[in-house]
Structure formats: C-alpha cells, structure tokens
C-alpha cells in the first residue's frame, strides 16, 4: 500500500478557506474511490485549542477518542464521513511539550536539543503516524505563510516532501487574489509574493488555488502560472459560494481532483458522479418552506464559535426539505426581566453548551419562555443543566438551586463531577486540576428509557455520543424533578449521569448533556437535529 501526502498551506490573509478545500478535496478523492484521511497542524503555543474562548480561536470540535481539536476536524467529517481522532490535529504546544519531555527523560542521550531535527523530525513523525491503508493523507497546515509559529512546519513537510519524493507528495497553496474596484481587475500580486515567500524556506507549490470573489480571466490564471512557475490549468479558481456544499461541485468543476491526480500519476477517469452533493446543495436553494429557530447563546458575536450547532441545523432543514433561519441572540440580552418577549416570534429555541455564570440567568430565562409557551427547546449540554435549574426552581419548589460552577448554593441540582467511568477504568478529578484536557471528553454511552420521546426520535434505546463538560445533573435531585414533569429518560449505563431529560407534557422539549452536533452530517442529519427542525415546521403551522 503507498499513502500519498498532500500539503495545503495558505497565504495573504487567513481564513481563507483551507479547511474547506482540505475537505473538499477529500470529499472528491473519496468519491473516486480512494481510502482519505485529512489532518490539521496548529502552530499555535496551547496544547490543544480546550483552553481558549471561542471568541479566540472558534468551537472546539471533540472526537470520538476524546481529542480537543481545531474545527476545520469538524468540516474534514462532515464532508468526508471520516471519524477523526486525536492522532489528526498537533499544535506546536503539543510538539514542544513532547520534545521537552523526552529531553528531561534523557532520550537525547545528553545531546543539544535544536527546532531542526528534533522538532521537525517530531512532526514528520505526527504526519505519517496512526496509518490504516489510506491513500492520501491531506495535511493542512494552519496560519499563513511568513508567519513565525508555521516555520517549523514548512520545514518539516519540506523535508517530508524531500523523502518521499513527488510521486508521494504534493503541496498545494491556497492565496487570496483580490478586486479592487478602483482598478477595476483581479490583482495577483498578492499571491506572487506569498509564493515567493513560500519558495524562500524551499517549498515549490505543485497547485495554487485562488481564492476570488468572481471568475479569473485566462490572462490572469497564465500570469499567475507564469510568474508561480507552475502551468496555468495548475492555478485553480476558489469562488464564493452560498453553502459550503457548492465547493466539492465547483472544485470538481475547475479540475482540483483531476489536477492531483494527475500530479501523482493517476488516472482521471471515470467521470466523477457528484450528483449526491448537488441534491443536497438544490434542497438548500429551494426548500419547500422556512422556520425561525433562536438560538440562545454566549459567543453569537463569532458564528464559528457554534460552527458544528449552525452545520447541524442545517443539516435538520435539509432532512425536513426546509431553510432554517437562525437568530443568534446573546443570552445576556435576556438578564433582564421582560427582554424574553422578543422570543414570541421565533419557531423554537435552542440553548447550546457554554461555561461560566456570564449570561446563564438569561439561558434560563430562555428555557422557562420554551417551556411555558410551549414552543420547542432543545439544551444542549449547559443548556441542558439551564433548563434543569429554571424546572428546579419554578416547578420542583426548590427556588435556591443552581450549580456549583457559580459558587455554593443550597440546592446543588449541577454539580461538579468528580468520578466517572470510561470504559473499564475510573476517571477522577478535583476542583483545583488543571483546566486544560481535564473535562469527560469524547464519546461515551447512554441508554434511553423506552417508550420516551427522545428514545423514540432515535429508534434504539442505547446510543453513544460525544461530550465536553466538567459539571453534571445531580441524580440526587432526580425524584422533586420527575414528580414537577422533568423526566431523566436517558442515563448513563451505570444509572448515575443524568444525560438527557425531556418535559413530559411539552410537545418537544428535550436537554442533552452531550454534543450531538457533533456527529452531524449532510447525508446524515442527526436525528435529534431533524426531529427539533420538524417540530419548529409544526409550531410555525400554529401561528
């Protein structure tokens, strides 16, 4: 078996997409049959991206094996249906940490411990490690080239590409060309200096992909080829699209796929049959109806930081042939009494994960307008434990409750966990450990009681699911809960962790304690996600 690498770096600004074009190119090699994996390296200092606001950096998107990773993971399954682990995202925090720990464990036999080799040779070591007869590993390669933090990596895959040669390798460099209106033409000197700069540390790109917001003219892809020193039908054109679904279509389109192919010496056909995406694409520009779902949160100034919740929803208009409109409301806009009543013309209410007491009064405040209006709630995760405090204390007579994550209180109906199992070893933590990669993470089991709502939108009474939390329900409360109407229908299989409730006499309101977003997909909407957009069609037909 030979695995083919492909390097993807960027250039001129960041943000441009690379995450996408990593996917979607994974996306196209897959659908030609190909075995893909698609891999990130961060250069940024943290050990994985757990620590950092999502105001920082986006969402932390969580893998089955309990990895805190970047979000583009997020698109690479999405697109692909890859499951990602923790063996396809490293930071520079992460390598240093596990250079400088073999240095104090003496692996260096008392040698000077130098960026070149031990940290590249750590990173070569990342990229081909963890292999499982895959044909091509796609490694995109964070920030933007000329960037301090990425020098280390460039070198590193400069040597890989070295070693493995250009049958093996291949580096691909995404750039920004503008428009400037006062000129009135694309301008591709951005991306002749970014090329250049990435040919200064040794690093000759086979493609360049162009990221545009209109067509490139011949002359100008032939510029770009020219002075890139790369063929003209090497220079690919990225254009804006109105969902991310379009990219694989349009990349096919302008032959990406047929480009790499036949860098490597492979051969381009059949004719590739994309007709799957543009099923999914076609439902996005003209579904059958609308819905308004708000969604109650404490980052909504940056989309990303909901990334895989805004996929996810998506996805749940695509199942119900429906556009969801989503109106991204911070829950402090709700702290004060009355602010609520701007919810009365929204078709459902979804409260996401979140930490802190910052906004929580207004997340409940959100809960108790689903609840008593009846109007479909989903929680997830600390919108969950939200709606548990506000059934807790408007409906259980137990006013003082709370969570122990703001402080003491008299009522702990959240608490922090301190022991849990994880398969067949016991997990324990303390209030003072560390913040980082401390929290219960990754997938872990429930069993779903039979004949509930949620069991019922699943179709199986036992499911695994993804979590990222350090506080739980306390199943001591569960008896004053399930008396008010608050029924815990799903638990952990050893009856402890309180991992879904659902309101028994609400037409659709259900919290979960674990991400469900997160395993989403457009050719697999999470049940939960399609079930909650259709309960939003039915409560628009009521008003």
Same mark, same amino acid.
């Given at each position: 078996?030979?695995?083919?690498? %492909?390097?993807? !770096?960027? #250039?001129?600004?960041? /943000? @441009?997409?690379?995450?996408? $074009?990593?996917?979607? *190119? +994974?996306?196209? =090699? ?110 995109? %390669?964070?920030? !933007?080239? #000329?960037?301090?933090? /990425? @020098?280390?990596?460039?070198? $590193?895959?400069?040597? *890989? +590409?070295?070693? =493995? ?379």
């Amino acid at each position: 078996m030979t695995t083919r690498f %492909i390097f993807i !770096t960027g #250039g001129v600004v960041s /943000s @441009l997409g690379k995450g996408l $074009a990593s996917a979607a *190119l +994974g996306a196209l =090699l897959q659908a030609r049959g190909y075995r893909v994996r698609v891999r990130k390296l961060d250069p940024y200092l943290n050990i994985d991206p757990g620590t950092m606001s999502p105001i920082e950096h986006g969402e932390v998107f969580v893998t089955d094996d309990g990895a805190e990773t970047d979000l583009d993971l997020g698109h690479y399954e999405r697109f692909t249906g890859v499951a990602a682990t923790k063996s396809d995202n490293v930071t520079t925090g992460r390598i240093y940490s596990d250079v400088l720990g073999k240095e104090r464990r003496g692996d260096y036999l008392g040698g000077t411990v130098q960026v070149i080799p031990h940290v590249t040779d750590a990173i070569k070591k990342f990229v081909v490690a963890d292999l499982h007869d895959e044909d091509f590993i796609i490694c995109e %390669i964070g920030g !933007t080239v #000329g960037d301090i933090e /990425s @020098l280390p990596f460039l070198e $590193a895959i400069r040597q *890989l +590409g070295n070693e =493995l040669g250009s049958s093996r390798a291949m580096f691909i460099h995404l750039t920004l060309v503008p428009y400037l209106s006062a000129a009135g033409e694309l301008k591709t000197k951005p991306t002749q200096h970014s090329v250049k700069e990435l040919q200064s540390v040794g690093i000759r790109p086979d493609m360049v992909v162009c990221r545009c917001d209109r067509p490139i003219p011949e002359s100008q892809r032939n510029k770009i080829g020219l002075f890139c020193n790369i063929r003209p039908d090497a220079v690919v054109p990225a254009l804006d699209v109105d969902t991310i679904y379009q990219v694989p279509i349009d990349y096919h389109d302008d032959g990406f796929d047929g480009q790499v192919l036949r860098h490597f010496g492979l051969s381009t056909t059949p004719t590739l049959d994309l007709d799957a995406w543009r099923q999914i694409v076609n439902r996005i520009r003209e579904p059958d109806g609308e819905v308004k779902i708000a969604v109650v949160g404490k980052y909504t100034d940056l989309p990303d930081a909901y990334k895989s919740l805004s996929e996810a929803l998506s996805h749940g208009g695509i199942a119900n042939n429906v556009r969801v409109n989503l109106d991204w409301i911070s829950s402090e806009t709700f702290e004060e009494e009355n602010t609520v009543e701007q919810l009365s013309d929204v078709h459902a209410i979804l409260v996401p994960g979140g930490f802190g007491q910052r906004g929580a009064e207004g997340k409940m405040r959100a809960a108790r307008f689903a609840r008593e209006h009846m109007l479909p709630y989903f929680g997830i995760c600390f919108g969950m434990q939200m709606a548990v405090i506000e059934a807790a204390r408007n409906l259980a007579g137990l006013p003082n409750a709370g969570s122990t994550e703001f402080g003491p209180c008299d009522d702990p109906v959240v608490g922090l966990m301190t022991e849990w199992q994880k398969g067949n070893a016991t997990e324990r933590r303390a209030s003072g450990d560390n913040m980082g990669g401390t929290m219960r993470l990754g997938a872990y089991p429930a069993s779903l009681e039979a004949r509930t709502h949620i069991a019922e939108i699943y179709g199986i009474n036992e499911i695994a699911e993804r979590h990222r939390h350090r506080y739980e329900v306390n199943i001591n409360y569960r008896e004053p809960l399930e008396t008010a109407g608050l029924k815990f229908s799903g638990l952990s299989p050893d009856g402890m962790l309180p991992e879904t409730v659902e309101l028994v006499d609400h037409p659709w309101f259900i919290g979960v304690q674990y991400h469900p977003e997160l395993k989403s997909r457009p050719f697999e909407p999470h049940p939960l996600f399609s079930s909650f957009v259709a309960a939003a069609i039915d409560q628009s037909r009521l008003v």
